[in-house]
Nanobody, 120 residues
């Protein structure tokens, strides 16, 4: 059974930093590209960062480029998102999943997500 467990969120002031973690189980983690997604209140879920399965190539949404860094440790079945220079507009619930080429995800069951709130 696939499980995706996000953690590391919290309340942070603008300009602050957080590091999110995604612990994966129930599938061969190293076989899948992985992405971080976020959903703000009243908005659709959007992809913010993606990392390939083994080469570690990354890409980012324009809104987070230069501030967020995605990484993974295949030995630990864990993916990370280092978020720096946080802005109020980064406030959202953050999720992880494995992206398909068409933009959908391989796993229908999402984790509970981790709340990130950026506010003074």
């Amino acid at each position: 059974q696939v499980q995706l467990v996000e953690s590391g969120g919290g309340l942070v002031q603008p300009g602050g930093s957080l590091r999110l973690s995604c612990a994966a189980s129930g599938f061969t983690f190293s076989n899948y590209a992985m992405s971080w997604y976020r959903q703000a209140p009243g908005k659709e879920r959007e992809s913010v960062a993606r990392i390939t399965s083994t080469t570690g190539l990354t890409n980012y949404a324009d809104s987070v480029k230069g501030r967020f860094t995605i990484s993974r440790d295949n030995a630990k079945n864990t993916m990370y998102l280092q978020m720096n220079s946080l802005k109020p507009e980064d406030t959202a619930v953050y999720y992880c999943n494995a992206p398909r080429p068409d933009g959908s995800t391989y796993f229908d069951r999402w984790g509970q997500g981790t709340q990130v709130t950026v506010s003074s």
